[in-house]
């Protein structure tokens, strides 16, 4: 095997591991961003406040994207694990 096969795993698996994170990662930012703006117009500074939105925003962002994650992860390990015998020969 040559450095060219595992550089091209490791490229996969960073966009995978980016396709997989983009659906719960940008709502939550979204949302902090949404709750800072509003925590700095009415000058309220308490944690639980940013905190909250954010965890309910991951949660139905998991709940939507859930499967679609579970589906992308595991043909991504399924591919992985058809590569094997490549890696013995």
Do not use: C
């Not at 980016?18 to 925590?39: F, K, R, Y």
């Not at 925003?57 to 994207?65: D, H, K, Q, R, T």
């Amino acid at each position: 095997m040559d450095a060219q096969y595992f550089l091209t795993v490791a490229h996969q698996t960073m966009w995978v591991l980016a396709l997989a994170s983009a659906p719960i990662l940008i709502p939550a930012l979204l949302a902090g961003l949404l709750t800072g703006m509003i925590q700095a117009a009415t000058s309220i500074n308490e944690q639980t406040l940013s905190f909250v939105p954010k965890l309910i925003v991951v949660g139905i962002s998991l709940l939507v994207f859930g499967s679609l994650i579970i589906g992308l992860l595991s043909d991504f390990t399924i591919g992985i694990f058809e590569r094997i015998p490549d890696l013995v020969r």
